[in-house]
């Protein structure tokens, strides 16, 4: 089956002037040539170390950027929200590669989010970078996920997913394994194997107010919306 992504907006009486988010890059520049090539495009608008800011109408709607590091290179897309009207600034990880980003503040942006799933009789996993959350058989399951595992060196992109999955007791025999939250503590190396994926994209944080992204699996639909 295939599932569709899905956003649940929220109307709120008296937004109706328009706002501006505004995206920025570091003004610090390094030798390595994927930080003179990288490029964005956001809403039509191109972005690179140096060139002016662009300026991006918010609202309530599921947001795609694209990114890369080389113009032979393909373009990445990550999904994000941009509702809020503030000014970000995209930073070069000259460690690993790739971009922070950073609010109005210079904080780097860290993601959270609530993971929701109607009834099932099978396990779920839902994963946030190198972070996951197990979702147990039962009416309706839900629990929030941080970011813990996630390296600080790592740009705070984030690959999202959700899948249904069988635990794995042998670990020479597994196909994937994450670092996973059980309660107040953390197994690092949870191994697993996914039967059916509901969702993968890459996502990029724009506050660090949670997201809920809920799986319907009756309607083959995955919700996402700001807030709890």
Not at 51 to 58: D, F, Y
Not at 148 to 169: G, R, W
Not at 170 to 189: A, E, L, P, R, V
């Amino acid at each position: 089956m295939r599932f569709k992504l899905f956003l649940v907006l929220v109307w709120v009486p008296g937004l109706l002037k328009a706002q501006f988010a505004v995206f920025t890059t570091d003004t610090m520049f390094h030798s390595e040539q994927d930080q003179l090539n990288s490029e964005w495009v956001i809403a039509g608008q191109h972005l690179t170390y140096g060139s002016p800011p662009i300026k991006v109408k918010t609202d309530d709607l599921l947001d795609t950027m694209y990114f890369r590091t080389d113009a032979k290179r393909n373009w990445d897309t990550i999904i994000c929200m941009i509702s809020q009207a503030q000014t970000y600034k995209f930073v070069y990880n000259d460690c690993c590669g790739g971009f922070y980003l950073a609010d109005s503040n210079g904080h780097f942006i860290q993601a959270r989010t609530i993971f929701k799933i109607s009834a099932s009789k099978q396990w779920h996993i839902g994963k946030l970078g190198d972070d996951g959350i197990l979702l147990g058989p039962r009416e309706t399951a839900s629990d929030t996920l941080d970011i813990t595992c996630h390296s600080a060196l790592m740009p705070n992109i984030f690959n999202v997913s959700f899948s249904e999955i069988k635990t794995q007791t042998d670990t020479t025999n597994f196909i994937d394994n994450t670092c996973i939250k059980m309660g107040n503590d953390y197994n690092y190396n949870y191994t697993y194997t996914s039967t059916k994926t509901y969702c993968n994209f890459l996502y990029m944080p724009l506050s660090n107010a949670p997201v809920t992204m809920t799986i319907d699996r009756k309607r083959g639909l995955v919700m996402i919306r700001n807030g709890e």
